[in-house]
C-alpha cells in the first residue's frame, strides 16, 4: 500500500462520524502529515471507491466520504494500514522494540485479550510514556483480567523505566463509551491510535458497533486541568451536584471520570467533596477512572476519596477501583472524612 492511501485511510478512519469532504480531508492530512495534494487524494480516492472500501455521497457539489463496512475486504485493508503504521512509527524507535517484544511475550497466553492499540504514540514516547487500549473479549471475570494486566504492565514499567498508563475496556464498555454523547478517552482515542495487536478484531469491532450504532470520534485530547469552570459547574449539576449561587449555563458534555479528574487536579477541598457527592450518586468505569486518575498522576488522591465512600457509600464500583489502584501499588493520599461526610449528607448521597 503507498504512502498517500495509507494517510488517506487513517485520516477517514480517524475521523469517523465526520461528514467529511474531499477539501476538508486534504486539510485534515495537511495538519497531520504536513502535506496534501487534491489532486493526488482525489485519485486515491477513485480507487479506493472502485475497489468498493469507500462510499462517496454527493452532497451539493461536493461528497461526503465514507468507509463501507459492508466491504468485506475493508477490514483487511484496514489492518495492512495499521501495520503500516505501526513499522512506520518503530522505524526510528528502536529504543523501544525490546519493550514491545517483551510485551508481546508477557501477554501472548491472555486469550481474554481482543487488540491492543497504542494512543498517540508518537507524543508519549517524547515524554518517555505509553498508553495503551487494551480491548477484552466478554468475561465473567472482568475484574481479575485487569488487575493481572495491570500487574504486568506494573513490572514491564519498573524493567524498562518507562510510565505505562492502560485503558483495559470490554466489549459492553467500549461501545458504550464510542456511541456516548459525551466527550471521553475512548472517543479520542479513536482518532489518535496504532493497533499493535490483532488489528483485525479491532477493526471487525468498530464495525460491528458502527452498522447499529453512531461512532464519533473526538479530535482534540482533552486537559482536565483547562477544563473552563463553566463546563465544571454544567456538567457537576447533570451529575447531581451544584453549589449554592452557581450560575449554571450550557456546556460541554464531559463523562463523569473527566470532570472528576480534572477536579483533583485543582487541589481544591471543596473539588475532592464535589467529587465524592458525584461518584457516590452516579455510576462510573472503574478502568476508565483509574487510566485517566494515573495519567495524570492524582490516583493517591482518588484513592482517599474512595477509602471514605467504602464507609459511607460501598458500591461495586468504589471496590473495584480501589483494588485496581492497589494493583498498580498506589499510595493513599487521605481525605478529610468529615468534610466529606458532611457534603454527602447535604446532597442526600448517605
Do not use: H
Request: charged share 25%.
Amino acid at each position: 500500500m503507498d504512502k498517500t492511501t495509507i494517510r488517506t485511510l487513517d485520516t477517514i478512519s480517524s475521523n469517523i462520524g465526520d461528514s467529511l469532504s474531499i477539501n476538508e480531508l486534504t486539510n485534515r492530512m495537511k495538519s497531520k502529515y504536513g502535506s496534501a495534494y487534491y489532486a493526488n487524494i482525489y485519485e486515491k480516492l477513485q480507487n479506493l471507491k472502485k475497489k468498493g472500501l469507500l462510499n462517496l455521497e454527493p452532497i451539493g457539489r461536493s461528497s461526503s466520504i465514507k468507509l463501507n463496512f459492508e466491504n468485506y475486504l475493508l477490514i483487511d485493508t484496514l489492518s495492512d494500514m495499521e501495520i503500516e503504521k505501526k513499522l512506520a512509527f518503530l522505524s526510528d524507535k528502536t529504543n523501544l522494540l525490546s519493550f514491545f517484544a517483551n510485551m508481546d511475550k508477557a501477554l501472548s497466553d491472555k486469550n481474554s485479550i481482543r487488540s491492543i492499540s497504542a494512543i498517540n504514540p508518537a507524543k508519549n514516547a517524547k515524554l518517555n510514556r505509553i498508553e495503551l487500549l487494551l480491548l477484552l473479549n466478554e468475561t465473567p471475570d472482568y475484574l481479575d483480567q485487569t488487575i493481572e494486566l495491570q500487574k504486568i504492565a506494573l513490572s514491564l514499567q519498573r524493567k524498562f523505566n518507562l510510565k505505562i498508563n492502560n485503558l483495559i475496556l470490554n466489549t459492553n464498555d467500549f461501545i458504550y463509551l464510542l456511541t456516548s454523547d459525551e466527550i471521553n478517552p475512548a472517543r479520542e482515542a479513536l482518532s489518535q491510535q496504532i493497533t499493535l495487536y490483532n488489528p483485525q478484531a479491532f477493526w471487525r469491532q468498530i464495525s460491528e458497533i458502527s452498522q447499529k450504532n453512531q461512532i464519533k470520534t473526538f479530535q482534540a485530547e482533552t486537559k482536565p486541568l483547562s477544563t473552563p469552570d463553566s463546563d465544571l459547574n454544567f456538567n457537576l449539576n447533570r451529575f447531581g451536584y451544584s453549589e449554592f449561587g452557581t450560575n449554571i449555563t450550557q456546556g460541554k458534555k464531559f463523562c463523569i471520570e473527566y470532570i472528576a479528574t480534572s477536579l483533583f487536579l485543582k487541589e481544591d477541598a471543596r473539588g475532592l467533596d464535589a467529587v465524592a457527592v458525584i461518584l457516590a450518586k452516579n455510576s462510573f468505569n472503574s478502568n476508565l477512572l483509574s487510566f485517566l486518575c494515573q495519567k495524570y498522576e492524582v490516583a493517591p488522591i482518588l484513592l482517599g476519596v474512595l477509602n471514605v465512600l467504602r464507609q459511607t457509600n460501598p458500591k461495586l464500583e468504589v471496590e473495584n477501583t480501589v483494588k485496581i489502584l492497589k494493583a498498580i501499588s498506589t499510595k493513599e493520599l487521605p481525605a478529610d472524612e468529615i468534610s466529606i461526610r458532611q457534603k454527602l449528607e447535604l446532597y442526600n448521597a448517605l
